[in-house]
């Protein structure tokens, strides 16, 4: 019954795609059981992301995420058609409150409500266009949170499984913790080493040259540049390295402590293990959702 009573409007829909009506924007791309995903909304949809992603990257990385998000976007854009259909079958209405904090929100990344709308007019958007995509955003939350997140359930049997099985992953490797100080002379550098060679107290040594220390504890493990762990990994305990040149500076490092290799125990694991079995079964559950919506549902897609 549900494919007799979409098909006519669906028919209907595809009808006008060529007619003199339709702008290039107007271009229907995709029909989502009775509703149209036009090429307006593929474009809106990235400005929007845009806007979203603007206050954590720069420009090139911005325009660089963006690009690797027009890879799978319809399919996204179709999923959330579903979902969003599913939120208005289960009569679920959003938080106008949290669609006013997340404008809110957006608009302290700029000095005048004016730099705002700006903002948004650059990427041919306005005001009421974020609502409603923040308010989308909203359903779909909610609407995942009762249809799939609150059938993820991971028991401690589970957890200890994981453990035993993945034993090596919770083994921290032997670490080494070491003092350094850095100046831009090679003369001040082997004064350094000389005054630590005959003095236990590495802040007392570094201030006498107007210096400020600093600790890092490391691995074997390539966390190091290669000059550093060479010299770091071959010292013997409080030993005190000969000047290392990195770049314009010179760096000198006192090993102070040695720390021996462990396994972490499973009460200590737990939490970690916890988010990764949760993250696989939210996964494993939203796509058997999605699939099965999509395949009790109309699709048609125009590329």
């Known amino acids: 019954m549900r494919a007799l009573l979409i098909a006519p409007c669906i028919a209907l829909v595809f009808s006008l795609i060529n007619t003199p009506c339709f702008g290039a924007q107007d271009k ?21 992301m845009r806007v979203q992603l603007s206050r954590e990257y720069d420009e090139g990385e911005l325009e660089e995420k963006i690009a690797s998000m027009k890879t799978d976007l319809l399919d996204r854009l ?3 058609r579903l979902i969003l259909q599913e939120a208005m079958r289960s009569k679920i209405q959003p938080d106008e409150s949290k669609v006013k904090a ?5 608009k302290k990344q700029y000095e005048t409500d004016g730099e705002f709308h700006q903002a948004l007019a650059r990427q ?3 005001q009421a266009d974020l609502e409603k995509r923040i308010r989308d955003q ?16 991971v028991t401690p049997a589970e957890i200890t499984a994981y453990y035993q099985e993945h034993s090596q992953d919770f083994r921290t490797p032997l670490k080494r913790r070491v003092s350094y100080v850095l100046c831009d002379s090679k003369r001040v550098a082997e004064e350094i080493q000389s005054a630590l060679n ?5 802040a007392a040594v570094a201030a006498s040259f107007n210096l400020t220390p600093g600790t890092i504890s490391a691995a074997k ?14 010292l013997k305990l409080k030993e005190v390295s000969s000047p290392v040149v990195i770049g314009d500076a010179y760096y000198i490092f006192r090993l102070e402590e040695i720390i021996p290799a462990e396994m972490q125990n499973l009460a200590q694991a737990q939490e970690y293990i916890r988010g990764i079995l949760y993250e696989a079964k939210l996964k494993q559950i939203m796509d058997s959702w999605i699939e099965e919506m999509r395949s009790r549902s109309y699709i048609k897609i125009s590329r």
């Open 28 to 48: 229907i791309i995709a029909v989502v059981n009775n509703d149209i995903i036009t090429q307006k909304d593929y474009d809106d949809f990235l400005n929007f």
């Open 78 to 80: 179709i999923e959330d």
């Open 102 to 106: 997340r404008i809110l929100d957006l």
């Open 124 to 126: 041919g958007l306005v």
């Open 138 to 153: 909203l359903l779909m939350f909610t609407v995942v949170d009762a249809k799939v997140r609150s059938k993820v359930i």
């Open 198 to 202: 005959s003095n236990e107290d590495f």
């Open 221 to 234: 493990d390539m966390s190091l540049k290669k000059e550093i762990e060479d010299v770091v990994f071959k």
